[in-house]
Structure formats: structure tokens, C-alpha cells
């Protein structure tokens, strides 16, 4: 028999003009990780914050191995052994592993930072996790997957039971979500139950056994992920059936609008040609580390190209600064918009 680890019960919530939550209910079992899925705005990181303290709901309840408890903080959240990793992850970059772990609930011995300590145990947690990573090591030098695997290893040291994962996956790897992946099971394993928000339909059969489903901040109903097909699963998430899942649109592509020829930096970026017509979207594909951002901010003036030759409309322009670039009609939306672009 499974043993239900966390259960919340008729939860709602509303924001100014809005209702974000009306009496949603889900569980999760020991061991256990649910999937949790709905389009964009459905509710899942409302319902989630909810159980991770950041909100509080307007009704309903919320019991953990059998016991109705109050999450009026985070504080508290962690206390009872909620951790949620949010999308956006919340890291200091210019700490080491071993800061970022513990920051907040540094050892101590007397007055003084017990920093061999931290490091010590910092260690034991990783090793444990499975996870290969220097704790001297500072958190800004990491890829976003190793970062990711701290905010594991921070919630695992709050010695958490329940574990919410909001898109962990939107931008590693196959190789780097595999390592997730193993670091999961291992918490499966040792009990933890997980709520794994995605909308990556092929992960949650990997990983998950049941799947939540909610739709316009209502609970739509739980289902077992090997008694649904996958076109099932996508009716009761958009509330309708999807004949044509890929619709062709008809455009008209015009003149070439944008040309670039030998792009050229360091080691990250060699592009021979490509071109831009107009009322066209134009791909640019590869894995994470292979460039395409380098590509891009090189175009904008965001970066000096070593060379670099761009028409625009059959006219050739230099592009030697953001600045040029803007002037050109050229605009950027770039990956991180927290990082740059916005003044927060």
C-alpha cells in the first residue's frame, strides 16, 4: 500500500480581477512523483506557491502525513519539510557551492563561520545526491543544470520531504536532464515525494506515475499516466481535442530583408551565411553551449565580432555596438531578460 504523504484539499485563490485557483485538490504519496500540468496561467505555480508559503489561500486545506498544518511563510514551509525550485532559480553567484547550501544557517563554532564544516557537509549532501561538483566552487561559474543541482542539494539540506520542480528541464540538455533525472530517483528512493510542473509530455512518462491535470484555476481530475493516451492527457489540458496538433500557416515571404557572412568570435561563433526575408522566422537550432546566443548578440552589437559582414535591404552596414543596431531597426529579446535587457 502507498502511504499518502501530502494532500491539499479545495484550495482557491484570487488576485485583484482575477481567479486564479477555485477548490483545487491533488496528493501526493511517499516515494512518489506527480506531474502537474496545465497551459500557461492555469494555476500550477499559484497552487505550488501556495504549498511553499510564498501565498496564502483564500480556502481550503492542506494535511501532511495526516495532519492539517498552516503555511503562512516560508520559513515555515521548510520546517514542515517544503521545498519548492522555482523556474527562475535564486542564486548567489559570487558565493561558493557550499554558501549557497546553507546560506542563512551558516555553521558556526563560537562567533566565527565554521567554514571547513559547511564545506564538509556540503560535500556529504552532493555525494549523496550523486552529484560531482567542487563546494569552493563559485555558483556564477556554473551551468544552469549545475546550478539547478544546488537549489536540489539546498532544499535537501532544509531535510525536506517534499520536493515541487517548476519546468527544471526548459533549458538543459538530454544529458543534463538525464542527470536529473538519476538525482530524482535517488529521492524517490529515500522517500521524498516530488511535484513535477512540465509541459514536456515525453518526461512525465520517464518519471512519473500519475499526472494532475488543471485547466483555468480548476482541478480537472488525476489519472494514471500508463491508463491515458497522450492525446487524452492533451484534451484535458486544453479542454478540447487538437485535430491538427502542427498547423501549416500560409505566408507571404518577401525580398531578403537581413544578410550575414562570416561571423566570426573567439572560439564560440563561426557562421558562414544565413539570411532573413521578409515575413519569415528564421530558426537557429543547437544544443546549449553550441553558440546560438553568442550568434545572436554579436548581430546586435552586443558583442564585438572578430568579423562580420551585414546587409540589410542590399545595403551593407557596420554593427559595432547596440546602439548601431537599434539605429539599423535591429531589436534583440534576449534569453535571460533578468540578466539583461531589464533594470529591475
Not at 552596414?317 to 539583461?340: C, L, P
Amino acid at each position: 500500500m502507498k502511504q499518502e504523504l501530502f494532500r491539499m484539499e479545495g484550495i482557491s485563490k484570487s488576485f485583484p480581477g482575477v481567479k486564479a485557483l477555485d477548490k483545487v485538490s491533488l496528493s501526493v504519496n511517499k516515494g512518489e512523483v506527480l506531474g502537474l500540468v496545465g497551459e500557461n496561467g492555469a494555476g500550477k505555480s499559484t497552487l505550488m506557491k501556495i504549498l511553499s508559503g510564498v501565498h496564502r489561500a483564500d480556502e481550503g486545506e492542506i494535511f501532511i502525513e495526516g495532519n492539517k498544518v498552516d503555511i503562512d511563510s516560508v520559513a515555515k514551509a521548510h520546517e514542515l519539510g517544503v521545498c519548492i525550485i522555482m523556474q527562475e532559480l535564486n542564486m548567489c553567484g559570487h558565493l561558493s557551492v557550499a554558501d549557497n547550501i546553507f546560506i542563512g544557517r551558516a555553521h558556526k563554532k563560537g562567533i566565527f563561520i565554521d567554514d571547513g564544516k559547511m564545506h564538509e557537509e556540503a560535500q556529504k549532501i552532493l555525494d549523496d545526491l550523486g552529484i560531482e561538483l567542487n563546494t569552493y566552487a563559485h555558483v556564477g561559474s556554473l551551468s544552469i543544470a549545475q546550478q539547478q543541482m544546488v537549489e536540489i542539494a539546498k532544499a535537501i539540506s532544509f531535510n525536506s520531504k517534499i520536493l515541487v520542480l517548476d519546468e527544471p528541464t526548459a533549458t538543459l540538455t538530454e544529458k543534463e536532464i538525464e542527470q536529473l533525472f538519476g538525482i530524482i530517483r535517488r529521492l524517490k528512493e529515500k522517500g521524498v515525494g516530488m511535484v513535477y510542473i512540465s509541459h514536456r509530455m515525453a518526461e512525465l512518462n520517464q518519471i512519473c506515475e500519475r499526472v494532475t491535470i488543471i485547466r483555468d484555476g480548476q482541478y480537472i481530475g488525476t489519472r494514471n499516466l500508463n491508463e491515458i493516451t497522450m492525446d487524452e492527457l492533451v484534451n484535458m489540458i486544453v479542454g478540447r481535442s487538437l485535430e491538427d496538433k502542427y498547423p501549416k500557416y500560409k505566408r507571404n515571404i518577401g525580398e531578403i530583408v537581413l544578410e550575414a557572412r562570416n561571423v566570426r568570435r573567439g572560439t564560440k561563433v563561426n557562421a558562414d551565411y544565413f539570411c532573413v526575408r521578409k515575413g519569415e522566422i528564421l530558426g537557429i537550432s543547437g544544443l546549449v553551449g553550441a553558440g546560438r546566443t553568442e550568434l545572436m548578440r554579436c548581430i546586435f552589437g552586443a558583442d564585438q565580432a572578430d568579423s562580420m559582414e551585414l546587409t540589410l535591404e542590399g545595403k551593407p552596414i557596420k554593427v559595432n555596438s547596440v546602439i548601431q543596431a537599434i539605429k539599423h531597426g535591429i531589436g534583440y529579446a534576449t534569453e535571460d531578460r533578468k540578466r539583461d535587457g531589464l533594470a529591475l
